[in-house]
Each structure stands twice: as structure tokens, then as C-alpha cells.
């Protein structure tokens, strides 16, 4: 949620709205470059032979969220496998 002529962004909790400094088009050009990282991360990774599982254990390092390592993992793999279906097929090889 955000609020304000700046759009800052606000968090709720159940008891509570804390307003942030963050402003909504900094967080949005944030959140791309991690996008954009984890793409070329596995875009590097297959074009360099590596397995799935090797891009999985690359993407939970880039990802991680304090979670525990199972959600960890499932999260990582569906990054992964996701990325590897937006690969156009010129780029797949």
C-alpha cells in the first residue's frame, strides 16, 4: 500500500500502519534489478552447462529470506524454473 503525493509506501500489520521513506517507484526499481539479476544469474548458469540444481542452490543464495530452507529451496526452484521458460527459444541455444 502507499500513501501520499510521493507514494510512499506503507506496511499494515493487524494492529498497526507504519508509513516508510521508501517511495513506490524505488521500491518497484529495486525489486526489476533483483529480477533482472536472477534472470542473467540463470541465463549465465545455463549457458555454462550448469544443472538445475547447482542454479536452485545459486538462486537460494541470491533469495535468501529467512525462511525456513525447504520454503527456501521451493521458492528458489520455482524462480528457476520460471526464468528458464522466459528464455526465448533464439536464446536457448
Excluded: N, Q
Aim: charged share 35%; glycine share 6%; hydrophobic share 40%.
Amino acid at each position: 500500500m502507499c500513501t501520499g503525493d510521493v507514494g510512499r509506501i506503507v506496511h499494515r500489520d493487524d494492529d498497526r500502519i507504519v508509513e516508510t521513506d521508501d517511495t513506490l517507484v524505488a521500491w518497484y526499481e529495486r525489486w526489476l534489478d533483483d529480477e533482472i539479476a536472477r534472470f542473467e544469474l540463470v541465463m549465465r548458469m545455463r549457458d555454462e552447462g550448469a544443472t538445475i540444481d547447482a542454479m536452485v542452490m545459486a538462486m537460494k543464495r541470491l533469495s535468501s529470506s529467512g525462511r525456513s530452507p525447504a520454503a527456501d529451496t521451493s521458492r528458489a526452484r520455482a524462480l528457476v524454473e520460471a526464468k528458464l521458460r522466459g528464455l526465448s527459444p533464439e536464446e536457448a541455444g
